[in-house]
C-alpha cells in the first residue's frame, strides 16, 4: 500500500470512527458556557491565580470576575486557597470536581461508546492499536504541515 493510499484509508476509517464515537450532548444545558470552559481551562494551564490576575488576562472588570468566580465557586467548580505568607491573598484554583467536569467538557469522544466497542477487542488488539496510533501520531509531530 502506498502512502497515498494509506491516506485515503485512513481518512475514511478516521471519519467513520469520529461519527460513530463522537460525543454527542442533546441538551446545550449539559455544557459550559465557552467562557467558562475558556477560564477553566487556562487555570488548568497556568495553575492558580489571583482574582486580578484572572481579571487582566481575561479583560474583566474586578466585579464581574469576582461574580463569575463566586459563581463557579459556588458550583463546586473552583476553590480558594489562602496564601500562607499574605493572608489578604487568595489563589484561585479548579476543584477537583472543577478538573473532572474540564475534562469532560474537553471530550470529543463517547468514552462509554469507546469502551464498549474496546471490550470486544482482545488486549493485544487494543496494545497494538493504541501502539500504532502514538507512533502515527508522533510522525505526523515530527512532520511539516502540508500547505495547499
Do not use: C
Not at 469520529?18 to 446545550?28: E, F, H, P, Q, S
Not at 479548579?94 to 469522544?109: I, N, P, R, T
Amino acid at each position: 500500500m502506498t502512502p497515498d493510499d494509506f491516506a485515503e484509508q485512513f481518512q475514511h476509517a478516521f471519519q467513520s470512527i469520529y461519527l460513530a464515537a463522537m460525543r454527542r450532548v442533546r441538551d446545550g444545558r449539559q455544557r459550559l458556557a465557552p467562557e467558562t470552559t475558556a477560564l477553566l481551562l487556562h487555570l488548568a494551564e497556568a495553575g492558580p491565580m489571583t482574582l486580578s490576575d484572572m481579571a487582566r488576562h481575561f479583560d474583566r472588570a474586578l466585579s464581574t470576575m469576582s461574580d463569575k468566580v463566586e459563581n463557579l465557586e459556588s458550583q463546586g467548580l473552583l476553590q480558594r486557597q489562602r496564601d500562607p505568607h499574605d493572608a489578604r491573598r487568595s489563589d484561585i484554583w479548579l476543584s477537583e470536581s472543577g478538573q473532572k467536569v474540564l475534562a469532560q467538557e474537553l471530550d470529543v469522544l463517547d468514552r462509554v461508546r469507546v469502551a464498549q466497542a474496546a471490550a470486544s477487542l482482545s488486549a493485544e488488539t487494543r496494545t497494538h492499536l493504541l501502539n500504532a496510533l502514538t507512533e502515527f501520531n508522533q510522525a505526523l509531530a515530527r512532520g511539516k504541515r502540508h500547505e495547499p
